[in-house]
T-cell receptor, first 113, second 114 residues
Framework: ETGVTQSPTHLIKTRGQQVTLRCSSQSGHNTVSWYQQALGQGPQFIFQYYREEENGRGNFPPRFSGLQFPNYSSELNVNALELDDSALYLC????????????FGPGTRLLVL | AQSVTQPDIHITVSEGASLELRCNYSYGATPYLFWYVQSPGQGLQLLLKYFSGDTLVQGIKGFEAEFKRSQSSFNLRKPSVHWSDAAEYFCAVLNSGGYQKVTFGTGTKLQVIP
């Protein structure tokens, strides 16, 4: 399965600013997860949303927050951007009944100057 | 907590040669395991997954992986590599608790030479 989309593809912000990244999953995918992938690293789990509620969180500070909407689209918000927030942000969605199999979008590359 | 180790950061193989990428996991229960591939500047594509049953799993693009519980390993193999297989490969394990957190290894970058 494919079809997870993310916007924008690239973004440049300055330190201290706020950013919102968006993700649209396929119909029937009721769980969405967000990951941060720093250059040369594997993706790191930020948090997961299920039925519009956050139901799991990785080791990220509260300035990383999210939303999931009734149509299963999602947003990742990052406040007070820091230089280390520069990374590829990946959204992944899971279809109902597929036991955690996650399908990833192409990512948003964020550069913080 | 679960973890994944990919001991090879970078591997170079000749086109047509066989390939094996190593993955070791640490997880208390029966693991759900994945291999993903990432081309430069792209998202992750699922190659294959193991949840239960047959320990030899077939995936897309001619890849297969074998789950060995005794060795805590889930190595990825391909009998004959194509130049288009050059990419970064990530092994991952799913947390089967209250939410579906996937823990990734640090990846193995595959270079294919003609």
């Amino acid at each position: 399965e494919t079809g997870v989309t993310q916007s924008p593809t690239h973004l440049i912000k300055t330190r201290g600013q706020q950013v919102t990244l968006r993700c649209s999953s396929q119909s029937g995918h009721n769980t969405v997860s967000w990951y941060q992938q720093a250059l040369g690293q594997g993706p790191q789990f930020i948090f997961q949303y299920y039925r519009e509620e956050e139901n799991g969180r990785g080791n990220f500070p509260p300035r990383f927050s999210g939303l999931q909407f009734p149509n299963y689209s999602s947003e990742l918000n990052v406040n007070a951007l820091e230089l280390d927030d520069s990374a590829l942000y990946l959204c992944a969605s899971s279809p109902v009944g597929q036991g955690g199999t996650q399908y990833f979008g192409p990512g948003t590359r964020l550069l913080v100057l | 907590a679960q973890s994944v180790t990919q001991p090879d950061i970078h591997i170079t193989v000749s086109e047509g040669a066989s390939l094996e990428l190593r993955c070791n996991y640490s997880y208390g229960a029966t693991p759900y395991l994945f291999w993903y591939v990432q081309s430069p500047g792209q998202g992750l594509q699922l190659l294959l997954k193991y949840f239960s049953g047959d320990t030899l799993v077939q995936g897309i693009k001619g890849f297969e992986a074998e789950f060995k519980r005794s060795q805590s390993s889930f190595n990825l193999r391909k009998p004959s590599v194509h130049w288009s297989d050059a990419a970064e490969y990530f092994c991952a394990v799913l947390n089967s608790g209250g939410y579906q957190k996937v823990t990734f290894g640090t990846g193995t970058k595959l270079q294919v030479i003609p």
